[in-house]
């Protein structure tokens, strides 16, 4: 039975009672009704996602196409279903009737034609499918990576989205097709723009240093834009609960850093020297669509309310280092 509104049924001793569930977020939403969720993509993302929903009383149910551990879906109280999105056959079998749905499936491998098949046709599957029964909001993560913008400028929602790869140009595919849902068929979807994700054995840059393999590009002048994993999360449930159909929304961080800033920064705190300078390299820029954009995350905290966990890439790494510190500490 699907569970709508503001309160569900209770029925101790025979007798039905009207309850209202209300939840405290540390995300800063505050509260909303139990819902039945389904996610599409298990992963890091995902995982986290559904931990978190299934702490706050949701009915959480997770879609992948391998199973994964038994481990992984117990300890985020998720339950399991087994479905490839980008075969619309298998989706058929899955039950139906969701209040709220969330495609934050990645592609595994990263080539042009994985990224049509997970971004662009898995979406479409999903939204063609749940037509018989449309949830009541759709969330669909999509990417930062769609603005193209390489002069250190200013990115809103309303800035031009003109991605400089081919797989930039899936997402905003997808993007589309979903905007033109929520026009034509009135589908409850809302996109998320989703910067460099960190967290938890999670982070480029931060593992390049780490790793002794990082390099400062030219003058280091290239701004990053960065989320930590748990944040994304958040932003995911905000948008659930107060985002509007058709929408776009940044999630990103409050601090854009260039890469200089952010190696200098973790040359600081882990008392190390800073990566080696090498010349910009221009055709690799290309060829890898790097951008260099301060991506506004205004319209996410002003419309949907949302309070960062980690306002910055400092706190977020900083917790990172703290846990990293702990499990050496544990193994010795």
């Known amino acids: ?5 503001s309160c569900i049924i209770i029925a101790p001793n025979g007798d039905a009672h009207r309850v209202a569930l209300c939840f405290e977020q540390s995300s800063g939403v505050p509260y909303h009704a139990a819902m039945r969720v389904l996610i599409a993509g298990f992963g890091y993302i995902g995982q986290a996602l559904g931990a978190e929903l299934a702490r706050q009383g949701h009915e959480v149910f997770g879609v992948r196409r391998s199973p994964g551990t038994e481990a992984d879906w117990q300890a985020a109280g998720v339950k399991r279903l087994q479905a490839d999105i980008t075969q ?31 971004y662009l046709q898995g979406t479409r599957n999903l939204v063609e499918w749940l037509q018989a029964a449309p949830p009541e909001k759709f969330v669909y993560t999509s990417s930062t990576s769609v603005y ?14 003109k991605p400089r790869i ?10 589309r097709a979903l905007l033109e849902s929520a026009r034509q068929a009135k589908f409850p979807a809302v996109i998320l723009r989703v910067a460099g994700i960190y967290g938890p054995g999670r982070g480029y840059w931060f593992n390049q240093y780490v790793n002794g393999s990082a390099v400062i590009e030219g003058k280091g002048e290239r701004v990053l834009n960065m989320i930590h994993r748990d944040d994304v999360a958040g932003a995911v449930m905000a948008a ?23 190696f200098q920064w973790l040359s600081r705190s882990l008392r190390k020297p800073l990566p080696p300078f090498v010349p910009e390299d221009t055709a690799t820029a290309l060829k890898r669509g790097l951008t260099s954009k301060r991506v506004s995350n205004h319209r996410l905290k002003l419309e949907l309310g949302y309070r960062f966990k980690y306002p ?3 706190e977020g790494y900083a917790a990172e280092l703290l846990r990293q510190g702990q499990e050496g500490d544990r193994q010795t």
């Open 240 to 262: 659930l609960q107060h985002g509007q159909a058709g929408e776009i929304y940044n999630a990103v961080d409050d601090e854009p850093i260039t890469q200089l800033g952010f």
């Open 312 to 314: 910055t890439f400092r």
């Open 88 to 118: 619309r056959e298998q989706l058929a079998s899955l039950p139906q009737a969701w209040d709220w749905v969330v495609n934050c499936v990645s592609s595994s491998r990263g080539g042009l034609e994985d990224y049509r098949a997970a």
């Open 166 to 175: 081919e797989t930039g140009n899936v997402l905003l595919e997808a993007e």
């Open 1 to 5: 039975m699907r569970r709508v509104g």
């Open 148 to 161: 193209g913008q390489s002069d250190g400028s200013l990115v809103t929602e309303t800035s031009p989205a």
